[in-house]
């Protein structure tokens, strides 16, 4: 369903119009309001009266990551902390978390921006969710109950762990849907599994999962285990958390980004150029409609094209492909760039082995050796060393096939790789141990 008809079905020229008007809003008050940015806009010359047309918000400053840690907690934030009525953060494996503060207003936007996201993936007023995100000062957990309050759903606010409860309040509260990682999503229906419980027989009827990039393969496997229809969520903290982009019903690995609060832009993360729509490159987005901390071009190391067709949901918004990886997530295995999505697509095509693995890298000499540590399925591992050989020759085949590297694949015992229950880490780099 789509929840809001007026900017979800917007011609394309009036939201352009709309659109011009926040961003140009959005500068004055940054430029007012923020010194970081006064300080950059200065520099490059530009005023905000000189964006008179939504091509202009390339003459603005990006803002890259190191920028938020260097102004760390609140160096950018564009209103004083007594009008900041929530802040949340990201974990950020390396440096200071990224901070996120919300004004009232943001939070109302925010919890729009999510209704539409789940309204695309279809939750309903009548539905019973079950929040497995996190909740606490990562974006994914308050952003879906949010969201979901706004359609009038019953939330189960579960928050992430503690598995085996999950399944039992799956089972006696009659969750209809289920939000989390994809990866939390697998880890609970391989619980399911050992506790006997057939999740395809619950009244679980949709998953909206985000927040690590997974597969179309990985998709259709939650699909298949659990019974449902799997929905997408993607966002960043940066922005507001989840609510920037969300797949419809035209599973065509596409996502619709809620334009009118987050202007879109891909970029070639190199020369730093605008490029048109169908080409592949970062995403760049600036938050229109935020008061509290809007970001002007904040380059995400997202990688990805956009697409602006209309859809057959309905929709207008333009559309963002699926992610698959991030710049900062591609290896460089003897000079062919790889994306870890890529073997992950691979692997679920291989009956013999379970959708659990990591991807290890090592030096070895002067050269960079990628080897694939994925688990067998019981009945395979249980055949003995000969077949388990079998089927890492034939993996191994196949990513050299496909991807054209040399890799050493080792099926490992079921259960030995660790299950995650948020954002899986499956890349290991020893280079860097
Ligand atoms: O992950 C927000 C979120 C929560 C999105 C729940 C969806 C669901 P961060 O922790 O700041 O925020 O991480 C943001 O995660 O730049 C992407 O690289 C990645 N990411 C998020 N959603 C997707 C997705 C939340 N659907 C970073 N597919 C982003 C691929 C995703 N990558």
Redesign the pocket.
């Given at each position: 369903m789509i929840w809001n008809e007026k900017f979800e079905t917007m011609s394309t020229d009036e939201m352009q119009a709309n659109q011009l008007k926040n961003l140009q809003d959005t500068v004055a008050w940054v430029y007012e309001r923020v010194p970081f940015y006064k300080k950059k806009l200065d520099e490059l010359g530009v005023k905000p009266q000189d964006i008179k047309s939504l091509e202009d918000t390339a003459k603005l400053p990006f803002t890259v990551k190191t920028d938020l840690r260097d102004n760390y907690p609140f160096g950018l934030c564009a209103v004083p902390m007594n009008e900041v009525v929530r802040v949340h953060a990201?974990?950020g494996t390396t440096g200071k978390p990224?901070t996120?503060p919300y004004t009232k207003k943001d939070l109302d936007d925010w919890a729009e921006c999510m209704a539409r996201s789940l309204s695309a993936n279809g939750v309903k007023k009548d539905d019973i969710c079950q929040n497995a995100?996190g909740l606490g000062l990562?974006?994914?957990g308050l952003?879906?109950h949010q969201g979901a309050e706004r359609l009038g759903c019953t939330i189960i606010p579960a928050s992430s762990g503690m598995t085996e409860r999950q399944i039992t309040l799956m089972k006696d509260f009659g969750a209809t849907v289920l939000l989390c990682?994809p990866s939390y999503a697998l880890t609970i229906a391989e619980k399911a599994q050992e506790l006997g419980v057939d999740i395809r027989k619950l009244p679980l009827r949709v998953g909206?999962?985000?927040?690590?990039?997974?597969t179309v393969e990985m998709r259709q496997e939650i699909e298949d285990r659990m019974g449902i229809k799997a929905g997408?969520?993607?966002?960043?903290?940066?922005m507001m958390?989840?609510?920037?982009?969300f797949s419809c019903d035209n599973q065509d690995g596409f996502?619709h980004i809620n334009e009118d609060h987050i202007l879109a832009e891909i970029i070639d993360p190199v020369t730093e150029e605008v490029l048109p729509l169908g080409e592949k490159g970062e995403?760049v987005f600036t938050a229109i409609q935020r008061r509290a901390m809007p970001l002007l071009r904040y380059r995400?190391?997202?990688i990805t094209e956009l697409k602006r067709e209309k859809c057959s949901c309905g929709r207008t918004l333009i559309r963002m492909k699926?992610?698959?990886?991030?710049s900062d997530?591609m290896l460089i295995i003897s000079g062919v760039n790889v994306f870890p999505s890529q073997i992950e697509s691979l692997l679920l095509e291989v009956a013999e082995v379970e959708p659990q693995y990591v991807l290890i890298i090592r030096k070895k000499g002067y050269l960079d050796a990628l080897s694939v540590d994925v688990e067998a399925k019981p009945e395979v591992y249980d055949m003995g060393e000969e077949k388990l050989k079998e089927v890492e020759k034939l993996i191994e085949g196949r990513i050299r096939g496909v991807i054209g590297i040399g890799v050493k694949v080792r099926c490992v015992p079921p259960k030995s790789i660790e299950r995650s229950e948020g954002?899986a880490k499956r890349v290991f780099d020893a280079r860097k141990l």
């Amino acid at each position: 369903m789509i929840w809001n008809e007026k900017f979800e079905t917007m011609s394309t020229d009036e939201m352009q119009a709309n659109q011009l008007k926040n961003l140009q809003d959005t500068v004055a008050w940054v430029y007012e309001r923020v010194p970081f940015y006064k300080k950059k806009l200065d520099e490059l010359g530009v005023k905000p009266q000189d964006i008179k047309s939504l091509e202009d918000t390339a003459k603005l400053p990006f803002t890259v990551k190191t920028d938020l840690r260097d102004n760390y907690p609140f160096g950018l934030c564009a209103v004083p902390m007594n009008e900041v009525v929530r802040v949340h953060a990201s974990s950020g494996t390396t440096g200071k978390p990224i901070t996120g503060p919300y004004t009232k207003k943001d939070l109302d936007d925010w919890a729009e921006c999510m209704a539409r996201s789940l309204s695309a993936n279809g939750v309903k007023k009548d539905d019973i969710c079950q929040n497995a995100y996190g909740l606490g000062l990562f974006t994914g957990g308050l952003g879906f109950h949010q969201g979901a309050e706004r359609l009038g759903c019953t939330i189960i606010p579960a928050s992430s762990g503690m598995t085996e409860r999950q399944i039992t309040l799956m089972k006696d509260f009659g969750a209809t849907v289920l939000l989390c990682t994809p990866s939390y999503a697998l880890t609970i229906a391989e619980k399911a599994q050992e506790l006997g419980v057939d999740i395809r027989k619950l009244p679980l009827r949709v998953g909206c999962f985000g927040a690590e990039p997974w597969t179309v393969e990985m998709r259709q496997e939650i699909e298949d285990r659990m019974g449902i229809k799997a929905g997408e969520a993607y966002g960043l903290t940066e922005m507001m958390g989840p609510g920037v982009g969300f797949s419809c019903d035209n599973q065509d690995g596409f996502l619709h980004i809620n334009e009118d609060h987050i202007l879109a832009e891909i970029i070639d993360p190199v020369t730093e150029e605008v490029l048109p729509l169908g080409e592949k490159g970062e995403l760049v987005f600036t938050a229109i409609q935020r008061r509290a901390m809007p970001l002007l071009r904040y380059r995400t190391r997202d990688i990805t094209e956009l697409k602006r067709e209309k859809c057959s949901c309905g929709r207008t918004l333009i559309r963002m492909k699926k992610v698959l990886g991030r710049s900062d997530d591609m290896l460089i295995i003897s000079g062919v760039n790889v994306f870890p999505s890529q073997i992950e697509s691979l692997l679920l095509e291989v009956a013999e082995v379970e959708p659990q693995y990591v991807l290890i890298i090592r030096k070895k000499g002067y050269l960079d050796a990628l080897s694939v540590d994925v688990e067998a399925k019981p009945e395979v591992y249980d055949m003995g060393e000969e077949k388990l050989k079998e089927v890492e020759k034939l993996i191994e085949g196949r990513i050299r096939g496909v991807i054209g590297i040399g890799v050493k694949v080792r099926c490992v015992p079921p259960k030995s790789i660790e299950r995650s229950e948020g954002k899986a880490k499956r890349v290991f780099d020893a280079r860097k141990l």
